[in-house]
């Protein structure tokens, strides 16, 4: 009697581990669902290998400054000496009088541009000048819809020169802005494409124009408009003169002598500047302005 109860102790534990084996190996293969009451639907998940991650771009890192091949050695290695590690920037500088540039950056995206913007907004104006669709004397009357709110200097429903208009635009009116891109918003793209700025894109509302542009694009437009390959010398030079003439120049204009043309702001910006028998065009952008003077004088000191 003993030995029967041994005996079928033994069979209910064998029968017992195939049967648990049997569970194991079934929930391997079982899917999960998971019952939400309050949003009324079944979220499934199987044990099975995931799907491949889907490919995302590389980040930009700013400690990963990369030089320009070509670019002048030492005038590359003060600029990133200046910059340094922690902000994100693009530089690039070029010697109109010789074959010397140096391009150095850290991050190679498109970047978010304001009053650098309007500079590809007056050379679309210069350029149909030039060709006759327009005349600095043409009067365009400025509608409702073009008026923002606090800006005083233009009236709806009165007309205003253009060449009064790009006074004012320059100046960082915006009515003045939106009377222009009504005019001639849409020339942009294909005019500052042929002086070279293949990167740019344009972002206009009727509260801000905007692009979204490169270090280098600025320098092409400048560099382009002061060696007259796409403006003829009279229009290009109507052109450098009103970014000489305005008031209000970018910090990186700052601490620099001689002749400036520049236009930007505190992230953006570009100046070509003749001193002491020196041409250059430097331009930049970055996503902090502490160092923008002392980067500019110290190009600056590469020409004295």
């Known amino acids: 009697m003993k030995n029967k109860v041994i005996i079928g102790s033994l069979i209910a534990t064998l029968f017992a581990f195939m049967l648990y084996t049997a569970n194991i190996k079934q929930l391997g293969h079982a899917s999960l669902q998971v019952i939400d009451h309050n949003r009324s639907s079944v979220v499934k998940r199987k044990n099975k290998k995931s799907k491949a991650e889907p490919k995302v771009a590389g980040m930009e890192y700013p400690s990963e400054v990369k030089v320009k091949k070509g670019s002048q050695a030492d005038w590359a290695k003060k600029i990133s000496q200046i910059m340094g590690k922690n902000d994100s920037y693009q530089v690039c500088l070029q010697d109109l009088n010789s074959p010397k540039f140096a391009q150095v950056a850290n991050t190679s995206k498109l970047h978010q541009a304001k009053v650098s913007s309007r500079l590809f907004l007056l050379v679309t104006i210069y350029y149909q000048e030039q060709h006759g669709n327009l005349s600095g004397h043409s009067a365009l009357k400025v509608k409702k819809a073009d008026r923002v709110k606090g800006e ?28 222009l891109m009504r005019k001639v918003g849409s020339k942009i793209a294909p ?62 204009a700052s601490g620099v002598n001689g002749t400036v043309y520049a236009i930007g702001d505190k992230k953006a910006a570009v100046i ?22 002392r980067l500019s004088k110290t190009v600056a000191d590469f020409f004295n």
């Open 191 to 252: 005019v500052i494409k042929q002086m070279g700025a293949t990167d740019t894109s344009i972002k206009h509302t009727t509260t801000q124009l905007s692009s979204q542009t490169t270090a280098t694009d600025l320098a092409r437009i400048m560099v382009d408009l002061y060696q007259d390959k796409t403006l003829d010398r009279q229009h290009a030079n109507l052109a450098l003169g009103s970014l000489n003439s305005t008031k209000h120049k970018p910090k990186l």
């Open 272 to 293: 070509l500047v003749q001193s002491g028998g020196h041409t250059y065009c430097l331009s930049v952008w970055s996503d902090s302005a502490r160092k923008l003077t």
């Open 152 to 179: 005083k200097m233009l009236s709806a429903g009165i007309a205003y020169s253009v060449t009064y208009l790009k006074q004012a635009m320059l100046q960082g009116n915006q009515t003045a802005t939106n009377v």
